[in-house]
């Protein structure tokens, strides 16, 4: 007979299936950013050579196959390299957040059977408002051996996040001085580590999510059965 699932099990199950996700995501970004940087069609000597094509109005630009072929390629890898960046770094905020999330409500005595995160109608993840920027401190864990490195992982999110904003603020001045442009690249270069920050931390939280559930499970009737 097959054990009935706990609502610890199934919790547990629902935030590693969001580390999958995001790993899943993660590596198919690193991939098509790879495959980006590795096709560098400044090095390729383009053929002049040219294909008549039927309906092609007098006058207008000869049709090369070779130019045609490289941009396509060129223009293709880097729409892969944005789509899944935006992807990957959706779904490592939705492990982050997510499991977050179900920490909090583990700690306040709840009882949640899965993660619980809501996603728009072209599957962008939405992050529970009351975490944002960033989830809190959990003093509740400090007696956890992996608080430190939960902490520290949590300040890197915060700082990537406080880069970003700094960054889009200073975009959006209508001048920049020369002090304030190698701000903005240096605020840009931290903030382009938010996805992985999000992905380091929703891994010490689902570690952290373990912490917090050892206390219900010891109390659950199944453990002292």
């Known amino acids: 007979m097959t054990a009935t699932l706990m609502w610890f099990d199934s919790l547990t199950d629902s935030a590693y299936a969001l580390g999958a996700a995001a790993r899943e995501t993660r590596r198919a970004a690193q991939s098509a950013r790879l495959a980006r940087e590795l096709y560098e069609p400044d090095r390729i000597r383009l053929l002049d050579a040219e294909v008549h094509t039927g309906g092609q109005v007098p006058g207008a630009p000869p049709f090369r196959p070779h130019d045609a072929a490289v941009f396509a390629i060129g223009d293709t890898l880097s729409q892969a390299d944005n789509q899944l960046s935006r992807l990957y770094t959706n779904t490592a905020t939705a492990y982050a957040y997510g499991t977050a999330h179900a920490i909090l409500r583990v700690l306040d005595g709840q009882q949640p059977a899965a993660v619980q995160l809501e996603r728009t109608p072209d599957g962008h993840y939405v992050l529970p408002r009351e975490l944002c920027p960033v989830p809190p401190a959990m003093p509740a864990l400090q007696r956890w051996n992996g608080y430190r490195g939960f902490e520290q992982a949590r300040a890197r999110l915060a700082e990537c996040d406080a880069a970003g904003m700094h960054a889009d603020f200073l975009d959006d001045q209508p001048h920049v001085s020369d002090h304030e442009a190698a701000e903005l690249h240096a605020a ?36 002292r059965a």
């Open 188 to 223: 840009l270069d931290v903030a382009a580590g938010y996805a992985d920050a999000a992905y380091v931390y929703g891994e010490r939280a689902e570690s952290a999510l373990h912490f917090a559930l050892l206390e219900p499970q010891t109390q659950h009737p199944r453990a």
